[in-house]
T-cell receptor, first 111, second 113 residues
Framework: GQNIDQPTEMTATEGAIVQINCTYQTSGFNGLFWYQQHAGEAPTFLSYNVLDGLEEKGRFSSFLSRSKGYSYLLLKELQMKDSASYLCAAIRMDSSYKLIFGSGTRLLVRP | DVKVTQSSRYLVKRTGEKVFLECVQDMDHENMFWYRQDPGLGLRLIYFSYDVKMKEKGDIPEGYSVSREKKERFSLILESASTNQTSMYLC????????????FGPGTRLTVT
């Protein structure tokens, strides 16, 4: 089967660091995306990992361990505007490529 | 900048009506997708298309059909709307298959009464 798990909600303080975890089980795994979605808006791309390790992009980093079926998104120097939902999505390859999304983690950044 | 537009932000329809949701992208992308997003369930793929006149079923195609007559336009059709199709519908497009980011439209919140 296929399953993607991430926490439903997290709260953090402005200026702090937060790590959002994602575990996945999917056949034909071919990489993992993170998207950000502000309330009432479209998801926007944050990162993509296909190989094990850490990808850093400014304040945001994403990590992947294929052997453990695990990824995390690390947000540093949190800002109020980082309050949003963060969606983990695995690429599944069977007859074609498909994205399988987790239900998202709602992050609230407090002053 | 890639732009994906959807015909309506909010739509209210009655049970049994035929509903058309339109999506247009302006970046000559090959691939287009329709998802629905429900609380606690995340985004679920309904249908996708990798070329004009081509369509493939996603994970939840029942009750839906699609049409792609032109590269830039991908339509989702609810043949006979039901209350369990009340949801947020998101269209997306991407240039390449597989490991290419998808660009999403703003969504259509459909309510079926």
């Amino acid at each position: 089967g296929q399953n993607i798990d991430q926490p439903t909600e997290m709260t953090a303080t402005e200026g702090a660091i937060v790590q959002i975890n994602c575990t996945y089980q999917t056949s034909g795994f071919n990489g993992l995306f993170w998207y950000q979605q502000h309330a009432g808006e479209a998801p926007t791309f944050l990162s993509y990992n296909v190989l094990d390790g850490l990808e850093e992009k400014g304040r945001f980093s994403s990590f992947l361990s294929r052997s453990k079926g695990y990824s995390y998104l690390l947000l540093k120097e949190l800002q109020m505007k980082d309050s949003a939902s963060y969606l983990c999505a695995a690429i599944r390859m069977d007859s074609s490529y498909k994205l399988i999304f987790g239900s998202g983690t709602r992050l609230l950044v407090r002053p | 900048d890639v732009k994906v537009t959807q015909s309506s932000r909010y739509l209210v329809k009655r049970t049994g009506e035929k509903v058309f949701l339109e999506c247009v992208q302006d970046m000559d992308h090959e691939n287009m997708f329709w998802y629905r997003q429900d609380p606690g369930l995340g985004l679920r793929l309904i249908y996708f298309s990798y070329d004009v006149k081509m369509k493939e079923k996603g994970d939840i195609p029942e009750g839906y059909s699609v049409s792609r007559e032109k590269k830039e336009r991908f339509s989702l059709i609810l043949e006979s709307a039901s209350t369990n199709q009340t949801s947020m519908y998101l269209c997306a497009s991407s240039l390449e298959q597989g490991a290419d980011e998808q660009y999403f439209g703003p969504g259509t919140r459909l309510t079926v009464t």
